[in-house]
Each structure stands twice: as C-alpha cells, then as structure tokens.
C-alpha cells in the first residue's frame, strides 16, 4: 500500500436493537463499480409466489465452521496496517468492514451520509484492503446496513421507501433516517451490488437488517404482493397488535417474515456463484417477539449460514438481566439447528454511546457467549484512544479460545433440563407485552403474562441453584424429548394440538414438567380455549378469572411435609402479582390466602384457590403453578420461591452435578466432546449493581461429577491447573482452589 496515503476508517457508532449503525453499506449505486453490469435476477421475483423451502443445510466445509470466530468490529482512525495488526493483538480472526475512506470527506466507501454525492470512488482499494487483511489472517465479512438510509436521498426515490399506516414514508428510524421496503424494486438495488461485491475476494455478507418498522409496510409493493397472496388489502397492523387471535394478524406476521426469509434466499442465489466461499447471514431475533420487525429465527436459519442476534446490549439504563447474552446463545443453539451462532456483544455502554463496557461485562459478556457455543462478535470502540481501555480482558478471551478451540466447537449439551422460551406466546398471545428497543420506541402497558419476566425468572433460578438447563422453543417440542428428565414451561400460553399431545406423551412415558399461570390455554395462533389444552397432565378441573394484582397478599402450605417445601419454614409466603382461578382434585402443596384489603389488615386466612398443583400422570408428574411464579422471581427473589425451585428440579430430574461452597452467583453448564467432559463455571460474583466492574474470586470450590466411567485426568484449562480428583463407583469429586471470572473443567475419560 501507499505509505504516504492514510487512509482511515470513518464510522458512526454500531448500536440499535439490531447492532447497527445508520452508517453501513446502504447501497452502492452504479456509478461506484466500473465494467458492465450484471443482470440481477430482476423484478420477477418480487411478484412470485412465497415458496420457502430451506435451500441450505449443515453440511459443508465453509471457513466459518472450521474454527471459533472471533470477531473484532473497530471503527474509525486507523491506517490499514495499523488496523489489522490491532486486530491481530485483539486475537480476532474476522471483521466486519463498515467504512474505509480516503481523507478528504465524500468520498468514502462504506459511508451512507456521503456516499450518494455523484462522486466516483476509486473501488480498487477494496481489494487492497482484503489483501492487507488476508495478509493478517483476518476474515472480512461485509457489513450491508439494509434498513436505515439518510431520508435526504430515501425521498429521491419514494417508489422505495417503507409507507406507514398513514400513507406516509417511514422517517423516524433513529430519529433522523428513513428506510427502504425490500419488497419494493430497491431490492434490485441490493442485488446487484451483492453481485459485485462478490466479485472481489470478500468472505462474506451480514446484513444489519432487514426489517419491517412497526406500523409497516403500506407501499405499493407489499400491496400488491399481499393481495397476490391473500386476495386482500394488508391490515392494519396495530390496531391488530392488541387482537392477535385475528386470522388477519397471522397472516401479515407470516407475510412478513417470509418476505425476509425470500429476500434473503434471493441473495444466496446471487452467492451461489462464490463457490459458497462467501458467508450470508443477518441480525435475528432476540427473545423477543418476532412481529415487531418480522425477524423469524427459525425462518432466517433456513437460508443463512450463520444465526446471530443481539445478546449483550444493555437496554433500558443497564437493566437488562445480567443472563442475557448466555440465554440468547442458547436459544439460537436450538434453533439454528447445527449452523453455527454469534451473539453480538457490544463493548459500548447504551449502546448508544462511545463509553467502554467496564473489564467486568466485557468478561460476563464473552464468558456466557462462547460456553454456550455461540461465537461473538464484539463492538469496542470508537476511536485509537478508546481502545486502551479495557482490552486486556478482550485479548485474554480471544487467545483462550484461539488456544483451547474443542471446548467451543461440535460440543453436545448434557443437561436434562430444558427450559422454553414461548415464542409463539410472543407472537400471538394477548397477555403479553413488547420489550423496549431502538424499533419498539417505548415498552407497550404492563399485563399480567409479562412473558420475558417469566422467562427470566425461571432462568435465574435454574443457574441460581447450579442446574445445568438447555434454551428450546417451541419448535423443539416436536423433536425427541427423550433426552430430558424435566420441561420448564413458563406461561407457555399458546400451545398447538399437536405440541401439547407431544408434552402430554412425555409425561406420561415418565417425563416431568413445571408450568406457570395460562399455559396451553391458547391455540397456537392466540383463540382463548374453553380448557387448558394440558388440563389431565395438570390435573385442573376448571379454570376461573385471572385476579390481581396482588400488593400484599400470601400463600400459604396445603401439605406442611410436601417435598417442595424442604427447608420452607414460612407459613406465609409472598404471593406472586397476578393469580388464575383453578380448582383441582390433585394434590395442592400450597395455596393462596384470601386476598386482603389493603397492607396493614390481620392475618389471612387460606383460600379454595391452589398456588401449586401436583398431578401424576402417566409415570411421569406435572407441577402447575396457578400463577405468575416466574414473573415474581424475577422481581422480587423471594428466598422461598428460590428454595421451592431448588427442591422441584431435585426432584423431577437426575442429578448431574453436586457443588458445594458454590455461591450462587456462579452459573455452571456441562457439555460433551467424545470421551471429554466439559465443566463451565461463570462466575457473576460482583459489586451490588452494573456496570460491573470487577469480577471478585471464589475459593475452594467443591464439585462431585456423577459418572460411572473411569476418569482419567481433570484439568481447569482456564487457570491450566491439573487437579486432585478422587474417583468412586457412581462420581468424580475434585476440588477448584479458585475462580476469577471464568473456568473450563475438563474431565477425561
């Protein structure tokens, strides 16, 4: 390269809900790329049909299996060489390529606010870029922002952009962008820069985006292609939001997400050409609901290479849980189906700032990624000076696993736990509501089936009490369930015929479940069912109104010696908010007091109504919370309700692993690679609230490992300790002298 040119990256921040930035690759129009050009596969295919059976599968040799991705995103002030050898010390092994410009402003590349000046842009320096990059062992993966543009050139062509509910474009993306519909003929636009760009030696393509904003989209495009399908006119969606058991809702839900799913198809075929030497991928969905952008994991999965998603983000001033990036790792596993997975972490406190994430969440944030198989993918900066803080911890991360790949690659979870995230609950559930992001503008009212606080109550809980816990959803259910001992369902409210059958047969053929509040008492597409579609494995005889909230109301035991109350001392117990009528003939460990009429009145006295429901079904049993059990866990952590989480699970599932002097803090997860055994400790032990600064130590931990298999060594790869073990008929015990943020145990047999 010219030593004497520096030449810079110029970017804008990546943030938002979806890991993006407004500046990306937008759209390179034609007079950026010198030559002819290249049929795209032209507006046919707008007007097609939806067909969208999956085109790609797990097999493959594709560079991005072949080892875990590191992957570094470094933004603006940096000669190339200077780049690439920060990232080389940073230990990542790709990049994703926002902007690269000479100097003088205008004439950047990658750059959206500057890019559409008529300016023509010396496009040969893209190769030098790849080669300097390759030349440092780093992959390039181009970052194609498809879902915000500047609204000065989106008017140029209206034809293109997203149309509210209004009749209007949509102009209000982070405050001050517009957006492109890509169903609309923009999607040429798209394509035939892909054609180009593949041309060069890229690695790949990440799509930040796409897309449908809420209250969207109304252009003409999706019109026509809506009435093709449906013989009618799009309706409205929010006023449908709030009625989702309307066909209707179904319908514009799947339109939608299938229209991203065929845009995405549409670019595979454009990358067939590349030998499938380029990776395709896009930013999914969270745990969240899938509607208010149209992202549908399980259908994104179907014509990618890769499922990524936004896991370690901080929202909403630093109140996002601190399992966040650990529980989207495991969904996307689930889902993904033996594809690999990255979860975004940004090392930006917002993220919508140039603050550096503190030493300790940068450390929670790659130690949950990569135990839970995902790669990451980790946003640290803005500038040269940034970089000097805190990225030690990045360095120390990334060696690690460049050193010690196996723990991280073709690994097998061993839990025996699943847990379900209800995304269909998401979808089509009346009881929900929207979490905040950058696209939802502001969390929708509180209701009473708050589904990410019962999800992540039950989560806390689990790792709270040691239980290494799978993530599916409720696709998963129609899989082999064999390999669980016990299903966690929390409000898992819509429910097909088929999937509740499914659960039924594996309760009765000796499986457990714990379920919350309206589970399976919606159809799969929101239609309030006259029963619980689970009502015999409950064992509820009718269901009443849902009451609540409840400020300062109890429960109370039923069966003072029922298992669930081990070391329950408390005859009152904090209800939870929200309860539902139920009455049953089956055994009822607890159940609600009578609700009282304000805080400060006398005693009260037990109601006809259960908390807890035990039914036997089958060989199997069920445990039936009447209530928003989850929900209060997450909010409140009443020590009892911990407690009776920790002596349901004991119960229902077979012990894998015994720890003690464990604090609670340290979440462990078991996984399996051939005749090696992996033991994870994250430890969360910190300061009383975040940003977490500093992870503090634990000494002496006891772990007892239940195997019957001759153990021939156990190692700790992170502190690289052999440790003393002693082995007898039915476990392996060993004791951890000390854990700072992070421990891999491995167990060789």
């Excluded at 875990?68 to 190339?80: A, C, K, T």
């Excluded at 190769?127 to 498809?146: C, F, P, Q, S, T």
């Amino acid at each position: 390269m010219n030593a004497g040119k520096k030449r810079i990256i110029r970017r804008r921040s990546f943030i938002g809900t979806t890991g993006t930035a407004v500046a990306g690759l937008t759209i390179l129009p034609e007079y950026l790329f010198p030559g002819p050009a290249i049929k795209s596969p032209g507006q046919k295919a707008v007007s097609e049909k939806f067909n969208l059976s999956p085109n790609k599968n797990t097999s493959g040799t594709g560079w991005w299996k072949k080892e875990p991705l590191r992957i570094v995103e470094l933004e603006e002030g940096y000669e190339f060489r200077e780049k690439m050898e920060l990232l080389n010390s940073l230990g990542a092994n790709m990049e994703h390529l926002t902007r690269f410009a000479d100097t003088s402003p205008g004439t950047s590349f990658l750059d959206v606010h500057n890019l559409y000046g008529g300016k023509k842009v010396d496009f040969s320096s893209l190769k030098e870029y790849l080669d300097e990059a390759h030349g440092h062992g780093i992959r390039v993966v181009i970052y194609y922002n498809v879902h915000a543009i500047e609204i000065s050139y989106a008017r140029k062509h209206p034809e293109w952009q997203q149309i509210g509910e209004n009749g209007k474009p949509i102009e209000d993306v982070y405050i001050v962008d517009s957006s492109f519909c890509i169903n609309s003929p923009w999607r040429e636009e798209v394509f035939q820069t892909i054609r180009k760009l593949s041309l060069y030696d890229i690695d790949g393509i990440f799509y930040d985006g796409p897309i449908f904003f809420t209250g969207s989209c109304y252009c003409d495009s999706c019109l026509k292609l809506f009435r093709e399908k449906y013989n009618k006119t799009i309706p409205s969606k929010t006023e449908l939001s709030s009625r989702r058991e309307d066909p209707g809702w179904k319908e514009l839900v799947d339109f939608q997400s299938d229209s991203i799913a065929r845009f995405l198809r549409d670019t595979e075929e454009i990358l067939k050409s590349s030998n499938g030497k380029i990776m395709l991928y896009m930013n999914g969905n969270t745990l969240a609901p899938s509607w208010p952008t149209a992202r549908d994991n399980r259908k994104i999965i179907a014509e990618t290479d890769i499922l990524g998603a936004e896991g370690g983000f901080l929202y909403r001033e630093l109140a996002e849980p601190v399992y966040k990036p650990g529980a989207v790792a495991k969904l996307l596993e689930t889902q993904a189906g033996g594809k690999p997975t990255v979860v975004f972490d940004s090392a930006k406190q917002g993220p919508w700032t140039f603050s550096i994430l503190a030493e300790g969440e940068i450390s929670i944030l790659f130690s949950q990624t990569i135990t839970h198989q995902a790669n990451v993918w980790l946003s640290v900066g803005v500038t040269p000076a940034l970089h000097k803080n805190n990225m030690d911890v990045v360095r120390k991360y990334n060696r690690f696993i460049k050193e010690n790949p196996d723990p991280f690659t073709s690994t097998g979870s061993m839990a025996r736990i699943a847990l379900l995230w209800p995304q269909e609950s998401c979808n089509y559930y009346s009881g929900s509501s929207v979490p905040l992001t950058d696209f939802t503008k502001e969390m929708k009212p509180e209701k009473a089936g708050n589904l990410n606080e019962e999800f992540y109550g039950f989560y806390d809980g689990l790792a709270r009490n040691h239980f290494p816990f799978d993530v599916i959803d409720e696709v998963s259910l129609e899989n082999d369930l064999a390999k669980y001992d016990l299903i966690v369902l929390p409000n898992a409210a819509c429910l097909s015929r088929e999937r509740a059958d499914k659960l039924a047969g594996f309760v009765k053929e000796g499986g457990n479940i714990i379920s919350t509040f309206e589970t399976s008492l919606y159809s799969e597409t929101g239609i309030k069912l006259n029963d619980f579609r689970l009502k015999e494995v409950f064992g509820t005889d009718n269901y009443g109104d849902i009451f609540g909230p409840l400020n300062w109301d109890y429960v109370t035991p039923g069966k003072e010696d029922h298992f669930s109350l081990k070391e329950v001392s408390n005859i009152l117990i904090n209800a939870p908010t929200y309860g539902l009528k139920t009455s049953t003939k089956s055994e009822v460990p607890l159940y609600f007091c009578k609700p009282l009429p304000g805080s400060y009145s006398r005693a009260p006295v037990i109601s006809e109504f259960p908390f807890m429901i035990e039914n036997k079904y089958g060989k199997g049993r069920s445990l039936y919370f009447a209530a928003n059990f989850g929900n209060s866990l997450y909010r409140f952590h009443f020590p009892e309700y911990y407690r009776i989480l920790q002596n349901l699970v004991s119960e229902l599932s077979r012990p894998l692993v015994r720890v003690e002097n464990v604090p609670s803090s340290v979440e462990v997860s078991l996984r399996k690679k051939g005749d090696t055994v992996y033991f994870y400790l994250i430890n969360f032990t910190s300061e009383m609230m975040r940003p977490i600064q500093k992870i503090i130590p634990c000494n002496n931990l006891k772990i007892e490992f239940f195997t019957s298999l001759p153990v021939k060594s156990v190692k700790a790869l992170w502190s690289m300790k052999n440790l003393v073990f002693t082995a007898k008929s039915d476990r392996v015990s060993f004791v951890l002298p000390v854990i700072e943020d992070y421990e891999i145990i491995e167990l060789s047999f």
